[in-house]
């Protein structure tokens, strides 16, 4: 229920209506060992990291296009380390729903095709996920104590 209530403030945020139709995201809840493995064999980093996200998407308007039209829309493939995104939440002084749910709105918006390859593109993700968390009342996650 909550991955649904964040993915319809992603959406909100976004400015992207839906139409009634079903949508359908593949999330996983895995750990370093596994994470690790396909982070090496999908993106050649040998290392573990706390979230990978695969939008089966090039673009947010195929995205948005294929909302609006089809009953039926998978978007992608969410796997998430529980032992990283735990580490990490101890480490930065932060409760681990907060930063599981960042992690979750970082990932949905990957599946919409944004990205944080470039300064630019980091800083407008960056923007998106503080003006999301802020409506749930979660402080900014680039701000570290």
Not at 39 to 61: A, I, M, W
């Amino acid at each position: 229920k909550l991955m649904e209530e964040i993915f319809i403030m992603v959406l909100d945020n976004l400015k992207i209506s839906l139409c009634e139709n079903e949508i359908e995201i593949s999330i996983n809840l895995n750990n370093d060992k596994n994470i690790k493995d396909l982070n090496n064999k999908y993106r050649n980093k040998d290392k573990t990291t706390n979230v990978l996200t695969f939008s089966l998407y090039e673009n947010k308007k195929d995205v948005i296009r294929d909302l609006k039209k089809l009953p039926y829309i998978c978007i992608g493939d969410i796997i998430f380390s529980y032992d990283t995104i735990k580490n990490e939440a101890e480490e930065q002084n932060k409760s681990f729903k907060n930063h599981f749910i960042h992690m979750l709105v970082h990932s949905y918006l990957h599946l919409f095709c944004y990205d944080h390859l470039t300064k630019k593109d980091e800083t407008i993700m960056e923007n998106l996920e503080i003006e999301i968390l802020k409506k749930m009342d979660i402080n900014n996650p680039y701000l570290i104590d």
